[in-house]
């Protein structure tokens, strides 16, 4: 009998990305894993509210979050790998090679290390802020900035790593999709025209929201 699974989510954050991974993994294994609850906290509370469930699991207040058993955890990435350790065991997602593991604990900590902020809005210290600055990262110079980086080295390292390749590990879909490809869609979602100059990260973007695990993701509600 599997232990009941359970993600903090709000629609349309970060807690998309271990969405989308679940729903992949789901589609692979079916019932030999087991179903997902979300526990929603609406868009429109999420930043000023935080239920007391939700702080039991994480003390900052943020999503994702995650309880599993007794398993609690957050942070989406950490997430993404608890479900992939658990539940990818013919290694789909997860190919089982050193040069895919590089690269998967590379991207583990630069998405939401760097590449998340470049178009988040929130501080991870979102509860130390005063309520009337919630979003100190809504500011035109830092978003000027974030521009800048994005254009100048984050765009240009991911359009490398792709390469000419369908996904970030040849042709073949996998949890480096997940993790990074996320980064590419919200940056898209955001700031639409800073995806000018990439081409083929605008074509990658297609690829991945014609999955239907990710647009099942992305309309979850």
Do not use: W
């Given at each position: 009998?599997?232990?009941?699974?359970?993600?903090?989510?709000?629609?349309?954050?970060?807690?998309?990305?271990?969405?989308?991974?679940?729903?992949?993994?789901?589609?692979?294994?079916?019932?030999?894993?087991?179903?997902?609850?979300?526990?929603?906290?609406?868009?429109?509370?999420?930043?000023?509210?935080?239920?007391?469930?939700?702080?039991?699991?994480?003390?900052?207040?943020k999503i994702p979050a995650l309880k599993h058993g007794s398993v609690q955890m957050f942070e989406g990435t950490a997430i993404c790998m608890y479900l992939l350790d658990l539940f990818d065991k013919d290694h789909l997602l997860f190919p089982d090679c050193m040069k895919f593991?590089?690269?998967?604990?590379?991207?583990?900590?630069?998405?939401?290390?760097?590449?998340?902020?470049?178009?988040?809005?929130?501080?991870?210290?979102?509860?130390?802020?005063?309520?009337?600055?919630?979003?100190?990262?809504?500011?035109?110079e830092i978003i000027a900035l974030n521009k800048e980086a994005w254009k100048r080295i984050v765009a240009p390292f991911l359009v490398k790593e792709l390469g000419d390749q369908t996904y970030l590990f040849g042709d073949q879909f996998t949890a480096?999709?997940?993790?990074?490809?996320?980064?590419?869609?919200a940056i898209k979602f955001r700031h639409p025209e800073w995806m000018e100059g990439f081409p083929s990260l605008d074509a990658y973007f297609d690829r991945l929201q014609e999955r239907p695990m990710f647009l099942k993701a992305f309309t979850t509600e």
């Open positions: 009998m599997h232990s009941s699974l359970t993600l903090f989510h709000t629609p349309l954050t970060r807690s998309t990305r271990p969405l989308i991974l679940f729903y992949e993994l789901k589609e692979i294994y079916g019932d030999k894993i087991p179903d997902l609850q979300l526990r929603i906290i609406p868009h429109e509370t999420f930043r000023t509210e935080k239920p007391e469930d939700l702080l039991e699991v994480n003390p900052n207040g593991k590089a690269k998967l604990y590379l991207y583990s900590v630069y998405a939401p290390g760097t590449v998340d902020h470049l178009y988040a809005f929130s501080s991870p210290i979102q509860r130390a802020y005063p309520k009337e600055n919630l979003t100190p990262y809504n500011d035109p480096l999709d997940v993790i990074m490809g996320f980064c590419v869609l």
